[in-house]
Nanobody, 121 residues
Framework: QVQLVESGGGLVQPGGSLRLSCAAS????????MGWYRQAPGKQRELVAT???????NYADSVKGRFTISRDNAKNTVYLQMNSLKPEDTAVYHC???????????????WGQGTQVTVSS
């Protein structure tokens, strides 16, 4: 199996910064895309940012210019640097990874348990 463990959430004032981390562990042959999604109360889960194993990135329009996704392939870890945070960024942030557990196997989608980010004065 594969486990994703997030860290770095918390309470921050508007305009502040946070850095989220997500480490993948377990039975891993390779990881293709990794990403961050968020879900606010009463809303559907939405994409925040994704990054491929080659470093290509994709961002939601609402976070472009404020958030930066990066990854360390050697550590199977993805990061999300969040700057200029706004109250509307408040949500549970979930890590996602597309993993191949053995050579020749199909890829599988895994999710972390989520970390709360609250932006409030």
């Amino acid at each position: 199996q594969v486990q994703l463990v997030e860290s770095g959430g918390g309470l921050v004032q508007p305009g502040g910064s946070l850095r989220l981390s997500c480490a993948a562990s377990g039975s891993i042959f390779s990881i293709n895309a990794m990403g961050w999604y968020r879900q606010a109360p009463g809303k559907q889960r939405e994409l925040v940012a994704t990054i491929t194993s080659g470093g290509s990135t994709n961002y939601a329009d609402s976070v472009k210019g404020r958030f930066t996704i990066s990854r360390d392939n050697a550590k199977n870890t993805v990061y999300l640097q969040m700057n200029s945070l706004k109250p509307e960024d408040t949500a549970v942030y979930h890590c996602n990874a597309v993993v191949r557990r053995r050579s020749g196997w199909s890829q599988e989608n895994y999710w972390g348990q989520g970390t709360q980010v609250t932006v409030s004065s």
